[in-house]
């Protein structure tokens, strides 16, 4: 029987090398030069730092762009509230991976709801979806990338 799983994942490579592009940007632009402004890395958490707002919504476009560059979905960044003191301004962005719960069950109800003759289940951080026809598979991963999702979704394990 056919199947695939939906995932939400990004390859932990491409986010380091991302963020050191947009340290090495950081150190070679002009307006930064003098300033304490930073990126601070750690697995899943990258923490902007910098000494004014405005210099975290520039490091912030910078970050995007790196992350647009390096082929990586720019809407696993979870952003954090800014706070600052007198001497800094930080802002924490999370790097979102896995599908949760509430995101799960919105899936597999849309899934669902196309009328389609697949299966859908969670199976602890992904959906798998499963189906006599491959064209059937085939329109519930057209249907889920037209989706108004504000998560990157991928498809692995196709099984034919």
Do not use: W
Not at 36 to 62: C, G, N, P, W, Y
Not at 67 to 92: H, M, W, Y
Request: charged fraction near 35%.
């Amino acid at each position: 029987m056919p199947s695939f799983d939906v995932v939400s994942e990004i390859d932990k490579h491409e986010l380091a090398n991302a963020v050191d592009q947009a340290v090495r940007e950081l150190g070679q632009r002009f307006d930064f030069k003098g300033t304490k402004a930073r990126f601070e890395h750690d697995d899943k958490l990258i923490t902007l730092v910098a000494e004014s707002e405005f210099q975290t919504r520039q490091m912030l476009d910078i970050l995007h762009g790196k992350f647009a560059k390096r082929g990586l979905d720019i809407n696993c960044l979870e952003l954090g509230q800014v706070a600052s003191n007198v001497a800094e301004t930080r802002q924490p962005v999370t790097v979102r991976e896995g599908i949760d719960k509430d995101l799960a069950r919105k899936l597999v109800k849309q899934i669902k709801d196309s009328k389609l003759k697949v299966q859908a289940q969670v199976q602890q951080e992904q959906v798998r979806v499963s189906g006599k026809n491959r064209d059937d598979l085939q329109k519930v991963m057209a249907l889920l990338r037209e989706a108004d999702i504000d998560y990157p979704l991928q498809f692995t394990n196709f099984r034919d």
